[in-house]
């Protein structure tokens, strides 16, 4: 079982940057590839990106890609997201998530939630 609990969301400006960290209970964390995924108002739950359980691998979204960064702390049971030049589109209730196994966009292979932490970027 793992517990996880995202933190770091906030208001924003278009521009500036924001850190997400998502705290994982559980002594198998390091085992868990670990995505991030975010849902706006009304649209579905998209793919931000993931980290391998190593950490050697990371695939993120084309909407995101070159602006952020997923890392992992395994000794803290901690993983980010580094979020640069946000933007208004980037405005949703970010998630993170744990699939054991091998990195994945597919949102159906991942079997921990977060309760999700809100971000909002203003124009």
């Known amino acids: 079982q793992v517990q996880l609990v995202e933190s770091g969301g906030g208001l924003v400006q278009a521009g500036g940057s924001l850190r997400l960290s998502c705290a994982a209970s559980?002594?198998?964390?390091?085992?868990?590839?670990m995505g991030w995924f975010r849902q706006a108002p009304g649209k579905e739950r998209e793919f931000v990106g993931v980290i391998s359980w190593r950490g050697g691998i990371t695939y993120y979204g084309d909407s995101v890609k070159g602006r952020f960064t997923i890392s992992r702390d395994n000794a803290k049971n901690t993983v980010y997201l580094q979020m640069n030049s946000l933007k208004p589109e980037d405005t949703a209730v970010y998630y993170c998530a744990a699939a054991i196994g091998i990195a994945t966009m597919t949102r159906g292979a991942y079997d921990y939630w977060g309760q999700g932490t809100q971000v909002t970027v203003s124009s």
């Open positions: 559980g002594r198998t964390f390091s085992s868990y590839a």
